[in-house]
T-cell receptor, first 116, second 114 residues
C-alpha cells in the first residue's frame, strides 16, 4: 500500500490566489512526522514545512501552512498569495519514528503552475 | 558550509560500466540518505547511514549497488555493471539526529546509461 498519496498530478493557480495541495498518508505508527518539499525545475529539493503527529497546532511557515487532520490522515499544504516562483513540483513526505531508522517516504508529487 | 554537495552533477556512462558518486553532507549532520528519483516520480529511498553505520537498505538496492560512509562524513554510492534502468537522478540528503528535523538535499547526480 502507498504510504503517501498525492492525488493531484497537476494544479493551476492564479497569481496572488491561495492553493491547496492534497496529501494523505497511511501508517500504524503513532509517532511520525510529515514534511513538504518543493522541487523547482533546477532539481534541488527545498524543505518547506514540518508537522509532527503529536503537534497540537497546524504548522505554518510564512506563506505555507499545513492543514493537518489526523483522524483523516491528511496533511494538505496551503500556499497563500501564490507567486510565479512557486511554480514547481511539490512532494509530501513522511517519517515513521517507531521503526527506529526513520527513513523518509515521498509521494509522487503535484506539479503546481502559477498563472500570471 | 553551504549545504549538501554532490559530485558529479551529471554522468553519462555506457551500459556495463561502473560509476561512483560522492556526497558531502552538512558537516554537523550525522545522518545521510541516498534516494533515487526517476522522471515524474518522487524520490525513492535507497539507503541510510547514521555516522558510519549503514542502518537500512531498500530492496531497490540490488547487489550491483553499494554505499559507504567510511569515516561518518562523506559517502559514496557505487553502481557496478550499469544498466539502462539505472538512469535516474541520485539524491543525497543529510539531517541531524533528531526525529523532527528535516533532511537537506543536495542537487543530485543525474545518471544516464547509454
Amino acid at each position: 500500500a502507498q504510504k503517501i498519496t498525492q492525488t493531484q498530478p497537476g494544479m493551476f493557480v492564479q497569481e496572488k490566489e491561495a492553493v491547496t495541495l492534497d496529501c494523505t498518508y497511511d501508517t500504524s505508527d503513532p509517532s511520525y512526522g510529515l514534511f513538504w518539499y518543493k522541487q523547482p525545475s533546477s532539481g534541488e529539493m527545498i524543505f518547506l514545512i514540518y508537522q509532527g503527529s503529536y503537534d497540537q497546532q497546524n504548522a505554518t511557515e510564512g506563506r505555507y501552512s499545513l492543514n493537518f487532520q489526523k483522524a483523516r490522515k491528511s496533511a494538505n499544504l496551503v500556499i497563500s498569495a501564490s507567486q510565479l516562483g512557486d511554480s514547481a513540483m511539490y512532494f509530501c513526505a513522511m517519517r515513521e519514528l517507531g521503526g527506529g531508522y526513520q527513513k523518509v517516504t515521498f509521494g509522487t508529487g503535484t506539479k503546481l503552475q502559477v498563472i500570471p | 558550509d553551504t549545504g549538501v554537495s554532490q559530485d558529479p552533477r551529471h554522468k553519462i556512462t555506457k551500459r556495463g560500466q561502473n560509476v561512483t558518486f560522492r556526497c558531502d553532507p552538512i558537516s554537523e549532520h550525522n545522518r545521510l540518505y541516498w534516494y533515487r528519483q526517476t522522471l515524474g516520480q518522487g524520490p525513492e529511498f535507497l539507503t541510510y547511514f547514521q555516522n558510519e553505520a549503514q542502518l537500512e537498505k531498500s530492496r531497490l538496492l540490488s547487489d550491483r549497488f553499494s554505499a559507504e560512509r567510511p569515516k561518518g562524513s562523506f559517502s559514496t554510492l557505487e553502481i557496478q555493471r550499469t544498466e539502462q534502468g539505472d538512469s535516474a537522478m541520485y539524491l543525497c540528503a543529510s539531517s541531524l539526529n533528531s526525529y523532527n528535523t528535516e533532511a537537506f538535499f543536495g542537487q543530485g547526480t543525474r545518471l544516464t546509461v547509454v
